[in-house]
């Protein structure tokens, strides 16, 4: 046995230091072998949170870290102020952006106290849209390994690469090949950084367990030609693989990670086409495709809301999309089925939508072939007519819904808006591109060119405005307000499968969330600050609505009323709060355990 510094050192010395006497009297080295909480970082698993300055120097002592850290116990209110006082001097988002990662990697629970903390002022640097950039920069700023990256090239061995990943439990992970990130194209192996910023909101959101995420890049090439001829570029140079290529490659994917963790539940995300893959995996797999589904469930969610406050019935909407991708198609397809539990025939409810892609209005009669996924919502009634522009698709439906999923930003223009505004008293503006440049316009711009009277939401966040001595506060339909509370629903039911039930339920459940006097302001989302509250309450109509579908594996929780279900999702999520205290007494019983033995 060795004797450690710690032990001998006079710990009634120190402050914060209650429970030490049994202490001194304990055996001279410790093992921490009967710790539950020796948790990692987001990938390595090393003490880091051991390393919390708030530990008690009694529990210092005990985890051999003591002398490691500065001497003064600290609390939380002392560490936010330092974190976010250094925080405040980096200039840029960017640099904002690596400080919060390093923080995640060093002391992870710090990193997600102060998230949760102050989620609307950080989640911006994490995640949407700063994370934009640093996806484009990733080979640039790369500073730590964070997540799994798998290539082609190790196609026929991915089962026993996986099995490097350092973890032993995963219950969630988020795919990307990084082909189109947020609107800025194919980033390549820098999509990690939209995995990476997922995952804390899985955590931040959902209280999802740190240790317990998966980000996954997928390396299978990439179509942007300046990534393949950057020097610091780290993922391979070659050019994107086929569709056939992919497909294998992800076959073989999908039955590795099940093959290491049966009850893992999959995110794609950011797929160029991820249609294939989701009709491909969609029954065998607990997976969901965030940009299609989630997207779709967000803006439905806004939708009922936004459709109630129009004044005008869903058979009269008119609904104008511009970009027809995998959101735009998954967003116009959740409406029409929201739009059919409110009496429409499917038929009735479809001919609402109007779509436009970069060619123009999607007809059947266009003259090229459309792809699969526009095939639904082409249109037939246009007489051989044909329309290019946005401007003059809006002036021929005269639409009261106006969406924006094209990546172009500044494209609702202020003639637009303005026609919007005379054609409708509450006229629907959701410009939803990302990042914040994508913006199909700025809140501003909506409120301005419509006297104030849009019903707005954005994908990226924007700043309250005063307009004519009032304040205006915005909307964020982002995918962030649903897949958090989809993912921990499906783990806490174990459900085998995400059906579109449990996807519906996810967007059904955000009006509940939204109170009187958000109502009264005209809100369209719940605040963002309340993000826990809204993903237990999605995650509890993803159960319910897993249980109907029967899908779900634990069934005692159909048993449970909506409230006592409600609150045993909120018991099973993370909390950083608890974490670092729970080590604590963890750890004291371990010392008085020992020390009553030796008695
Ligand atoms: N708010 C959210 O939660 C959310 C969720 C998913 C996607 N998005 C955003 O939506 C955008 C699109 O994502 P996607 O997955 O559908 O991409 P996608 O590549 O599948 O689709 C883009 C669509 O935009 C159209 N388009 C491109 N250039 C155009 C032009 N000049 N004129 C008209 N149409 C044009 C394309 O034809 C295509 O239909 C991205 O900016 C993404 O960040 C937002
Ligand atoms: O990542 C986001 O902020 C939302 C969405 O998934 C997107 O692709 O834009
Ligand atoms: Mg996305």
């Excluded at 995300?269 to 065998?284: A, C, I």
Aim: charge should be negative; hydrophobic fraction near 35%; charged fraction near 25%.
């Amino acid at each position: 046995m060795t004797t450690t510094n710690a032990t001998q050192a006079p710990i009634a010395q120190h402050a914060g230091n209650q429970g030490a006497a049994s202490l001194t009297q304990a055996p001279h080295v410790l093992h921490n072998h009967r710790l539950k909480h020796t948790h990692a970082t987001a990938h390595v698993p090393n003490r880091a949170a051991h390393y919390d300055t708030s530990l008690s120097i009694p529990v210092r002592k005990y985890l051999q870290t003591y002398g490691l850290t500065p001497p003064r116990v600290e609390s939380y209110e002392v560490q936010k102020k330092r974190c976010l006082g250094q925080l405040a001097q980096k200039t840029t988002d960017i640099e904002k952006f690596l400080y919060l990662s390093t923080l995640r990697y060093n002391n992870v629970h710090l990193f997600y106290r102060l998230l949760t903390d102050q989620f609307s002022d950080l989640a911006p640097l994490v995640y949407t849209p700063t994370v934009g950039e640093a996806c484009q920069r990733w080979s640039e700023i790369y500073q730590q390994p964070e997540g799994m990256y798998l290539s082609f090239e190790d196609k026929g061995h991915l089962s026993s690469i996986i099995q490097n990943w350092p973890q032993t439990n995963v219950e969630i992970t988020v795919v990307t090949d990084g082909s189109r990130i947020l609107g800025l194209g194919d980033l390549g192996i820098g999509g990690m950084g939209i995995s990476i910023g997922k995952l804390a909101l899985y955590t931040g959101c959902a209280g999802i367990r740190p240790e317990v995420t998966l980000p996954l890049t997928v390396d299978l090439g990439t179509s942007n030609k300046t990534l393949r001829e950057d020097p610091l570029y780290m993922g391979s140079r070659r050019d994107k693989v086929t569709a056939e290529e992919e497909k294998d490659f992800l076959d073989e994917l999908m039955r590795a990670l099940k093959e290491r963790w049966p009850d893992i539940v999959i995110q794609f995300e950011d797929w160029k086409n991820p249609f294939p893959s989701l009709e491909r995996y969609r029954q065998d797999y607990a997976m969901f495709n965030d940009d299609i589904q989630g997207t779709g469930a967000v803006i439905m969610g806004g939708i009922i809301g936004a459709v109630k406050q129009s004044g005008v019935a869903p058979r009269d909407q008119r609904a104008v999309f511009f970009g027809s991708g995998s959101a735009g198609v998954g967003v116009a397809k959740q409406i029409v089925e929201y739009f059919m539990h409110e009496g429409l025939t499917e038929e009735e409810a479809k001919s609402c939508f109007w779509l436009v892609d970069s060619k123009g209005l999607v007809t059947q009669d266009r003259g090229d072939k459309l792809a699969e996924h526009k095939i639904y919502f082409s249109r037939t009634d246009n007489h051989g007519q044909q329309f290019k522009t946005l401007d003059e698709v809006i002036e021929y439906v005269k639409p009261t819904i106006l969406m924006g999923l094209s990546t172009i930003g500044g494209a609702f223009t202020p003639e637009i808006l303005r026609k919007m505004a005379a054609w409708n008293e509450r006229p629907i503006i959701f410009p939803l591109s990302n990042p914040s440049s994508k913006s199909e316009c700025t809140f501003e711009e909506a409120i301005n060119y419509t006297d104030g009277r849009a019903l707005f939401a954005s994908g990226s966040p924007f700043q309250p405005y005063a307009f004519k001595d009032k304040m205006y506060h915005p909307g964020q339909g982002n995918n962030m307000y649903v897949f958090p509370g989809i993912g921990l629903g499906t783990i806490l039911c174990k459900a085998v499968q995400v059906t579109q039930g449990m996807i519906y339920a996810s967007g059904e459940a955000l009006p509940t969330m939204i109170t009187e006097e958000e109502k009264q302001l005209a809100l369209l989302y719940p605040a963002i600050t309340r993000i826990r509250d809204v993903s237990a309450r999605v995650a509890l109509y993803v159960i319910r609505a897993a249980q109907k579908d029967n899908v779900d594996r634990l069934h005692y929780l159909r048993e449970m009323s909506d409230e006592a279900l409600e609150a045993w999702i909120k018991s099973k999520m993370y909390d950083p709060h608890r974490e670092t205290k729970e080590l604590e007494s963890e750890v004291r019983e371990i010392v008085d355990d020992l020390v009553a033995s030796k008695l």
